[in-house]
């Protein structure tokens, strides 16, 4: 007996919603006769053409937007390891030169002995 009523409910709602997209359909309809341009083929497919050619602008402008964040993040990350390799480079010469520094005195001390 549930179930009877559960199918009842679901068919009122479809009917419901059949109706409802039947009065969008007439709005849209009654829009469109107001609104609507009809024009010939050639002018059609020229308004087609520049529309796909808009679209492909655009779809151009967000991949250059794109590889100009990434230049930018590759730019901003060779910077970065510009800057460190020139860190290691003064710690190295400090290395060399402490170690040089080192040798030294250990070469006059053993002279010393």
Do not use: P
């Not at 060779?78 to 020139?86: G, I, T």
């Not at 860190?87 to 001390?109: A, E, F, W």
């Amino acid at each position: 007996m549930e179930d009877k009523g559960k199918g009842s409910e679901r068919w009122n709602g479809a009917i419901s919603n059949l109706t409802e997209m039947s009065f969008n359909l007439e709005s849209l309809q009654k829009l469109l006769l107001k609104k609507a341009v009809f024009v010939d083929e050639e002018t059609f497919a020229k308004a087609s053409l520049c529309s796909e050619q808009a679209r492909t602008i655009k779809v151009l402008e967000q991949r250059v937007e794109t590889l100009e964040r990434e230049l930018d993040a590759a730019i901003t990350a060779a910077a970065r390891v510009r800057s460190e390799n020139d860190r290691l480079r003064q710690q190295k010469r400090l290395l060399n030169y402490m170690h040089k520094k080192l040798q030294k005195s250990r070469d006059t001390s053993t002279y010393k002995l």
